[in-house]
């Protein structure tokens, strides 16, 4: 059982490329998520899928694209890497969150990119 | 949207030591949840607790829904508690929602 699997767990782009952090859980969770953390600044939400063939907006979506693949995967795309994307990337997924559902988050390990 | 705080920032115990973490947020919520990011940054979760009390081990943790608060208690603290704690909030609607961290508490247990 992995859980939450992230790939690639280290990228350096220049400025300008594009790249696709891919997502998958074996969990049957609903829900996937995509945050990045940035020192001082906590995880901020870019975008969530709350069930197959959804996606919302996070708090900081500009720049990024996302793609519920099927109910496993969820990929998040840079069209154009610059260099305030530096950063450290989860994917996370959960439960349908209902009113009796728990929504908990079980996250990734983590992709740290590099803008140059 | 919902703001969500913690305190304090940074803290500094000695092995055996308890301590209280707290998480205000600024709206109404009915997922709140509790994080521990290790040294090596992998993030789990230790409690999903909306309102109530929990616990688990030397970890316990308080939700009080109506004064926008939860406490995360940790007692007889071990080396492997070092890390950032961090606690997320949201409202649940359309089967999902943005649950929204704080900037975390960095807690540093020393032998």
């Known amino acids: 059982n992995a859980g939450v699997t992230q790939t690639p767990k280290f990228q350096v782009l220049k400025t300008g490329q594009s790249m696709t952090l891919q997502c998958a859980q074996d969990m049957n969770h609903n829900s996937m998520y995509w945050y990045r953390q940035d020192p001082g600044m906590g995880l901020r939400l870019i975008y969530y899928s709350a069930s197959e063939g959804t996606t919302d907006k996070g708090e900081v979506p500009n720049g990024y694209n996302v793609s519920r693949l099927n109910k496993r995967e969820f990929s998040l795309r840079l069209e154009s890497a610059a260099p305030s994307q530096t950063s450290v990337y989860f994917c996370?997924?959960?439960?349908?969150?209902?009113?009796?559902?728990?929504?908990?988050?079980?996250f990734g390990e983590g992709s740290r990119l590099t803008v140059l | 949207g919902i703001q969500v705080e913690q305190s304090p920032p940074d803290l500094i115990l000695q092995e055996g030591a308890n301590s209280t973490l707290r998480c205000n947020f600024s709206?109404?919520?009915?997922?709140l949840q509790w994080f521990h990011q290790n040294p090596w940054g992998q993030l789990i979760n230790l409690f999903y607790i909306p309102s109530g009390t929990k616990q688990n081990g030397r970890l316990s943790a308080t939700t009080v829904a109506t004064e926008r608060y939860s406490l995360l208690y940790i007692s007889s603290s071990q080396t492997t508690d070092s890390g950032v704690y961090f606690c997320?909030?949201?409202?649940?609607?359309?089967?999902?929602?943005?649950?929204?961290f704080g900037q975390g508490t960095e807690l540093s247990v020393k032998p």
């Open positions: 997320a909030a949201a409202m649940i609607y359309n089967q999902g929602g943005k649950l929204i």
């Open positions: 709206d109404s919520v009915n997922n």
């Open positions: 996370a997924s959960s439960e349908a969150w209902t009113s009796r559902g728990t929504g908990e988050l079980f």
